[in-house]
């Protein structure tokens, strides 16, 4: 059943619709548990596209096991994803920096508080992101350090590869998933893949993962994979590389694969006078979990995080 969460008329006879589909039993009891599947809050993020079509496609394939409510939203902000923008077109907002948001604001506000009115009182929320065009990310959940003890039961059965905790920052405070959060309704966000792209691998493994959890609190009971148990590690566990000089990056490693201390993962290059800028040298020993997708870099670009420790 497809239903409209928000609509806001526009200039030249154009409209902002934020739509959801929602799967439920033929019968009702009253005692559904109910899950949220939130993606599109950054245009240029497609994975989650691929992900609410699969999950659709399933729930509607064997509707005799859905149990309880599920409610999709593939794209909070239908602007961005129409022109292919990050933010939402013509405010020039971060739609993602803006929640809780305002009733009585101004466009964006009042569609993010719509979002947020939308949302309470579910059982779960997963949001899903993709990295950027910059960044490939493996399959991840990111969560905030104080809802820690709440989400990771969660994240661990999603089916993916690690679970970042992560410490507390001002910003979190203006994104859907605090501003959920913050209202009792568990939101893990997820990160995969790379920005304008979708990786098929990836989106299998989570709509997988995202079964398994809706079989564990009773909205699913239909066939499920064991998932994968996680790496779960703490912000102290994590080196950060960044690019010391401007130019072209080239990596010379595989995404997702250890590497040692000091060992190069690739160079920075001049293609003005044909010189090596950099060698890019992994600052820790562990595994790579986001390398840089795009070449062109500036000073203080980020090219690759590792994940310190002894991974098999």
């Known amino acids: 059943m497809i239903k409209e969460v928000v609509s806001v008329g526009l200039a030249v006879d154009e409209c902002l619709r934020v739509k959801k589909n929602v799967l439920q039993p033929e019968r009702l009891t009253g005692n ?7 993606t599109g809050t950054h245009g240029d993020e497609l994975e989650g596209q691929y992900v609410c079509y699969e999950l659709n496609r399933i729930l509607q394939a064997h509707q005799d096991c859905l149990k309880g409510i599920v409610e999709i939203y593939p794209a909070l902000n239908p602007l961005g994803v129409d022109s292919i923008s990050r933010g939402i077109p013509m405010f020039d907002l971060d739609m ?3 929640f809780p948001g305002d009733e009585n604001g101004a466009v964006a506000e009042h569609v993010a508080s719509r979002i947020i009115t939308d949302i309470k009182g579910a059982d779960l929320c997963v949001d899903i992101h993709a990295s950027n065009i910059f960044l490939r990310e493996i399959p991840q959940a990111r ?3 104080n809802m820690a003890k709440e989400l990771l039961p969660f994240a661990r059965r999603l089916n993916l590869d690690f679970v970042w905790i992560h410490g507390a920052a001002t910003v979190l405070e203006s994104t859907l998933a605090h501003s959920l959060n913050s209202i009792g309704v568990p939101t893990v966000v997820v990160e995969m ?6 990786t098929e691998e990836f989106c ?3 709509t997988e993962g995202i079964l398994c959890v809706m079989k564990d609190i009773g909205v699913w009971d239909g066939e499920t ?3 994968k148990r996680p790496i779960v590690s703490q912000d102290g566990e994590v080196g950060f590389v960044n690019a010391e000089a401007p130019g072209i990056f080239v990596p010379c490693v595989e995404h997702w ?5 000091g060992q190069r993962i690739g160079k920075i290059l001049n293609s003005l006078d044909g010189t090596v800028e950099q060698e890019v040298r992994a600052p820790i020993h562990g595994m790579l979990f986001t390398l840089r997708e795009y070449p062109v870099v500036s000073c203080g670009s980020l090219i690759a995080r590792v994940l310190g420790g002894d991974f098999a």
């Open 32 to 38: 559904e548990k109910r899950v949220c599947i939130v």
């Open 225 to 227: 994979i064991e998932p």
């Open 257 to 261: 694969r250890n590497v040692q201390q």
């Open 204 to 206: 299998h493994q989570l």
């Open 143 to 145: 969560i905030n350090v």
């Open 96 to 98: 993602n920096r803006i």
């Open 193 to 198: 893949g790379v920005g304008m792209r979708i």
